[in-house]
T-cell receptor
Framework: NAGVTQTPKFQVLKTGQSMTLQCAQD?????MYWYRQDPGMGLRLIYY???????DKGEVPNGYNVSRLNKREFSLRLESAAPSQTSVYFC????????????FGDGTRLSIL | DQQVKQNSPSLSVQEGRISILNCDYT??????FLWYKKYPAEGPTFLIS?????DKNEDGRFTVFLNKSAKHLSLHIVPSQPGDSAVYFC????????????FGQGTRLTINP
């Protein structure tokens, strides 16, 4: 009964390094999402995938890329990490319906020095 | 431009009393609203939602009220319990298939024994 699983849970990078955050869901959901949460702020949408084979930009996409590998997996890549990308990253999934809630993983805490 | 606002960063309530958390929004296209609860080092957990066609939705101790004319929603928790101590986020979306949720900044609720 895992739900949404994110790996790794913690990571420290140096400026300019690259990194891929992994996310997998076992709820057979069509839609998946990546958010970041910064202190004193709510979650902000980075990218989302409405269904397998599609991806779209959210509110704060700059500096990130995503890949919807299959229906279960949705990865987030930082090609050249910057200190401004220090944050907690959450992955979520949902049915492809506007009235169904998103289910979140426990997050990846990423620090960029 | 903060489309969803939670103006109270924190709230302290005595156990057994009512907790009222408030949220305001500016985008009149929003028609689905959710409340999430978040414990430290965990992902947000869905609590309750409401569609814009309703003005109230109840689930056990939790009730959400929506005032569309005022663009305001509130979450009532009664009676409040120590386990309710957490950060609460309201979120909103416009019906577009996949949900592009916009979150408020969160309110930290502390229930005192």
């Amino acid at each position: 009964n895992a739900g949404v699983t994110q790996t790794p849970k913690f990571q420290v990078l140096k400026t300019g390094q690259s990194m891929t955050l992994q996310c997998a869901q076992d709820m057979n959901h069509n839609s998946m999402y990546w958010y970041r949460q910064d202190p004193g702020m709510g979650l902000r949408l980075i990218y989302y995938s409405a269904s397998e084979g599609t991806t779209d930009k959210g509110e704060v996409p700059n500096g990130y890329n995503v890949s919807r590998l299959n229906k279960r997996e949705f990865s987030l890549r930082l090609e050249s990490a910057a200190p401004s990308q220090t944050s907690v990253y959450f992955c979520a999934s949902s049915e492809f319906r506007a009235d169904q809630p998103q289910h979140f993983g426990d997050g990846t805490r990423l620090s960029i020095l | 431009d903060q489309q969803v606002k939670q103006n109270s960063p924190s709230l302290s309530v005595q156990e057994g009393r009512i907790s009222i958390l408030n949220c305001d929004y500016t985008n009149s296209m929003f028609d689905y609203f959710l409340w999430y609860k978040k414990y430290p080092a965990e992902g947000p957990t869905f609590l309750i939602s409401i569609s814009s066609i309703k003005d109230k939705n109840e689930d056990g101790r939790f009730t959400v009220f929506l005032n569309k004319s005022a663009k305001h929603l509130s979450l009532h928790i009664v009676p409040s319990q120590p386990g309710d101590s957490a950060v609460y986020f309201c979120a909103a979306s416009a019906r577009q298939g996949a949900q592009k949720l916009v979150f408020g900044q969160g309110t930290r609720l502390t229930i005192n024994p």
